[in-house]
């Protein structure tokens, strides 16, 4: 009988001080804010080539990030401006600004990535980027990625120029997760 109040009386306080430990960790939470400018190394314009004579193309400045491109032979364009605001905000609960983004940092599978979501959105996965030094044959380049899904999973890559763009088209790099096609 003395043990298993022993062992009550242990799993009551590990309980318990787990409570007392994530309360600090939700109080820091609710005062972390999304991000306010772009990364410098995100910014500028990028270019991926479709390999039938297409580009799309992707442009940061510090706050701003605008794709262009071609959907199932469709031009499209957008351009959204980056705003700040609480992480536990309630985005059904804000004013409407279709044309507004919110980013965070978040690391996954030891790349620093950046999620883009809609200021109003409440569900499903943004667009997640990051930049990273690649090679090809053996030349060394730096490259941003686009991703997708809850896997993060890359659809596909973005070069500085129009030249490289073209000359790596639908390059898959050794390392990364890829969509499944």
């Given at each position: 009988?003395?043990?298993?109040?022993?062992?009550?009386?242990?799993?009551?306080?590990?309980?318990?001080?787990?409570?007392?430990?994530?309360?600090?960790?939700?109080?820091?939470?609710?005062?972390?804010?999304?991000?306010?400018v772009y990364p410098q190394r995100f910014?500028?314009?990028?270019?991926?080539?479709?390999?039938?004579?297409?580009?799309?193309?992707?442009?940061?400045?510090?706050?701003?990030?605008?794709?262009?491109?071609?959907?199932?032979?469709?031009?499209?364009v957008s351009a959204s401006k980056l705003?700040?605001?609480?992480?536990?905000?309630?985005?059904?609960?804000?004013?409407?600004?279709?044309?507004?983004?919110?980013?965070?940092?978040?690391?996954?599978?030891?790349?620093?990535?950046?999620?883009?979501?809609?200021?109003?959105?409440?569900?499903?996965?943004?667009?997640?980027?990051?930049?990273?030094?690649?090679?090809?044959?053996?030349?060394?380049?730096?490259?941003?990625?686009?991703?997708?899904?809850?896997?993060?999973?890359?659809?596909?890559?973005?070069?500085?120029?129009?030249?490289?763009?073209?000359?790596?088209?639908?390059?898959?790099?050794?390392?990364?997760?890829?969509?499944?096609?």
């Amino acid at each position: 009988m003395k043990k298993q109040v022993w062992v009550l009386a242990l799993l009551a306080g590990l309980t318990l001080s787990g409570v007392q430990l994530g309360v600090p960790a939700t109080a820091h939470a609710a005062s972390q804010r999304t991000m306010k400018v772009y990364p410098q190394r995100f910014r500028g314009t990028w270019y991926h080539y479709d390999g039938h004579g297409k580009f799309d193309r992707v442009k940061f400045t510090a706050t701003k990030w605008k794709t262009a491109g071609f959907n199932n032979n469709q031009r499209y364009v957008s351009a959204s401006k980056l705003k700040q605001r609480l992480v536990t905000a309630d985005p059904a609960r804000l004013v409407r600004h279709p044309k507004w983004t919110v980013g965070q940092k978040m690391r996954v599978r030891q790349a620093n990535w950046i999620d883009l979501r809609g200021w109003n959105q409440s569900a499903g996965d943004g667009t997640y980027y990051k930049v990273a030094n690649k090679r090809y044959r053996g030349q060394k380049m730096t490259v941003l990625s686009e991703a997708g899904g809850a896997g993060v999973w890359v659809t596909q890559h973005y070069y500085p120029s129009r030249q490289v763009a073209k000359q790596l088209k639908n390059h898959r790099f050794h390392g990364e997760v890829y969509y499944a096609s």
